[in-house]
Each structure stands twice: as C-alpha cells, then as structure tokens.
C-alpha cells in the first residue's frame, strides 16, 4: 500500500460526526484494503470536547471550523454541523476555496446552495458528496449517479423522514392521536424539540430537491415544490384509509413528463398491496422508475448515527478510490433550468372526509358540486347516525385536475351542514 494516506477533518463531532470518526477508527483496516490506501482523521472542529464518548487526543483540534477548513492538512473536509447558513456553509465554501474535497449530510445546504457549491467544486476540481444528505444509509444518490446511469429517471417516490413515518406508523397501530404520539416520540428522542422541519414537510422537501437536480439534470429548485406536512392527520382518516384498502405515508414525489418537473411533498394514500405501504417505523424507502430498468425500490434506515456515518464514509472512500463525478450527475453548467407544475395542475386520485350533519338532500347538495366541477366519484363511505352527531362521510374519487377538486371542496365547505373544514389527502397508486 504505497499510496498516500487520505486524511480527513471531521466539522461537527455530534451523532453523525461522532459516528464517522468511530467508524473510520473501527473500520480502518478493511477501509484501507478496500481503497488500496490509510484513510485517516487528521483535524476536528467541534463547539466543545465535553460528552465525546471517543477518543481526539491524536487529532489536530480546531475551535473553529472555518479555520480548520482553511488551514488544516487533510485532502476531505467533512461537513457535518447542519444547517443551510452560518457556519456550515463558510467552512464549506473555506474548504473547497482552499482545493479540499468535501463531503456532507447536509440536505438544508445542498438544497439551499448546492449549484453555487457545486459550480465551486468544479472549479477547483474536487468532490462535493452528499449521499448521506437523502436517505441516510440508503445509498439513493449512488444509485441514480452511477448503477442508473444507462437510464432516463421518470418519477421518484420516497418516505424520507423516519419520524413522520414512526409518527403516522404508532398512530395506526396504537389507534393515537397525532399530538399524543408526536410527544411520544420527542420523549423518546426520534423527533427534534422542534419537530416543525420533519413534521412540516421541510425536511423531505431538502431530500426531493436534490434527488429531482441528480436524477433529471435540472437545476435545484426548492421554492416552487410543493409542500403540506402531516398535522392535519387524523387517525379517524388513518382507520379510513385502512376500510379502503390503503396507508397513509409522508411521500416525496418528483416527476418529470415532457420537460416539465413536479415536485410535491404531502401525506398520501398508498394502497396496501404496494411495497412502500409496508415500510414502517423509522425506515424510509426510495422507488425509482427508469425507462430501461423499470423500477427499483431500496429500503433501510433513514437517519441515526451509524447509519448516517456508513453514508458519509461511503463518500470519502470514493474520493481514497480516485473517484470523481459531477456533483448532480452532469456539469453544473449543463444543469437545466425547467418549469415546475403548479400544484392546481396536478392530476391524481383523493381521498375527502367531510363531518355533515345528517340531514335530507345534504349529500344531493355535495354531490351536485362535485358533478358542477367535473369531479368524478369512485367510492364512498357514510358512518352511522350518531344522535346529534354530524356524520363523517368519506368518498374517493377517480382521477381529477387538483384545481377542480379544490374549487369544489371550497364550495362544500361553505355549506352550514358542513360541521367541519374538509379533510383531502392524495390518493397515489403508481
Ligand atoms: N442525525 C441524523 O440521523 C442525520 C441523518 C442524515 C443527515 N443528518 C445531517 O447531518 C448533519 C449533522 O447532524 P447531527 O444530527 O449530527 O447534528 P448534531 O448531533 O446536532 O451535531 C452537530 C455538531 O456540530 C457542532 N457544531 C455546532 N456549531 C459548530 C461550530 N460553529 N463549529 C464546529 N462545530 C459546531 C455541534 O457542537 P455542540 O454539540 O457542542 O453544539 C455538534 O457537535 C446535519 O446537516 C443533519 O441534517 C443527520
């Protein structure tokens, strides 16, 4: 093993930088076969030493990462502070000014900067990696880059945030609501004290963005996708979904069908015979459709310190290797600028919850909207009467222009005999 040892500063020593040094110290005899040379931490940055549960005695230490990205030794600056300003940016920005490849499991970053980042890496003629930035240890971003290369990428669907997924899983088995399982769930720390980003949709959001840029070879554009959280779901809709033959899933859907991208991020009906029906807990999933290989589906953990850590160092062994490829898959200057689809354009299936309170010629009155905006009914459930109760009335529908069903629910909602606001949720079968 003549090559020389690639070293490696690590900014950022919490779950997923700590479990990268670790990994790197427990795994660097098969990692220094597998790439034909030592791969070796050389400089960290953290805020502080204290609560490190390994050891940093033999590593150069820097208070600040941006200086340890200007001037430290190693050849691979690894980004693992989070956030899409501030800090994180500046040390990566300082790393690859000062020509070190870096790497990243920062979604925020790449989904906010990521072309400027990329253009830069180019220009300096270094990597910029960031499989573990979607999907944690599923190794999506490798997939796309290089074993699906031979294909054009169609379409994408993925639950990428392992706490909506834990959160919307116990709600259906345990029969809970959603504020009691998301306290739940901070308690036993798979959801942040501010949960807002997971739960809202943000987070996912950061992953679609980067997946749609690799897989199609257009420009990052987060700002027109659209995204709608799981707050609103209720496990009266969770036991509905199940009487119709379907889950409810936080999915990330990018397509692409004559030039034309759209990018969503909401709660979805998957029905039950689907793989991604079956993915729960905090495990998330990635189905990609390829014109040649058709589709393929990779299933694992999401998020967590080891396998967080697997992804980054799966990253640095590329750079060992001598492997370098353009950071979404094309030059950055190839990347497309393409228009995204409005929401209100999209076509799909839904599935409508609405409380009405029981009365003669009350449905007549829905289903004439419905009729009046060209919405096609597939299917509909009506609850026993409850003395006094408005009743819950679900329907389905076939598949319909979101500005249609939108106007229509917009009237029905105005109708006094409509105890409560409408519940939609997509319906997606393929
Ligand atoms: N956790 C996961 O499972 C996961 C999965 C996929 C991707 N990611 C991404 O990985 C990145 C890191 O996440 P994490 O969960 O490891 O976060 P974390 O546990 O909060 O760790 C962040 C680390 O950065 C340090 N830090 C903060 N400001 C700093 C500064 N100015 N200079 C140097 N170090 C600084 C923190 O120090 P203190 O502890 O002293 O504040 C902490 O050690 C994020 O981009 C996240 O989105 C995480």
Known sequence: MSKEVLKIAVAGLGTVGGGTVKLLQNHAAEIALRCGRAVEVSAVSALSKKGLDFDVSGYAWYDDAVEMAKSCDAHVLVELIGGSEGVAKKTVEAALNAGRHVVTANKALIAHHGAALAKLAEAKGVSLNYEAAVAGGIPVIKSIRESLAGNSITKIQGIMNGTCNYILTTMREEGLDFDVVLQDAQNLGYAEADPSFDIDGVDTAHKLAILTAVAFGVEINFDDMYIEGIRHVSATDIQFAEELGYRIKLLGVTSRHNGVVEQRVHPAMVPLKTPLARVEGVFNAVVIDGDEVDRIMQVGRGAGERPTASAVVADITDIARGIQLPTFSIPVGDLESVPTRSMSEHVGEYYVRLMLVDEPGVF???????????????????????????????????????????????????????????????????
């Open 364 to 430: 007549a009155d829905v289903a004439a909207v419905l009729r009046d905006n060209d919405v096609s009914m597939a299917s509909m459930i009506q609850r026993e009467r409850e003395p006094g109760e408005p009743v819950p009335v679900v329907l389905t529908t076939h598949e319909t222009k979101e500005a249609n069903m939108m106007a229509a629910l917009a009237t029905i909602a105005a109708f006094d005999k409509v105890a409560e606001p409408p519940r939609l949720i997509r319906i997606e079968c393929a």
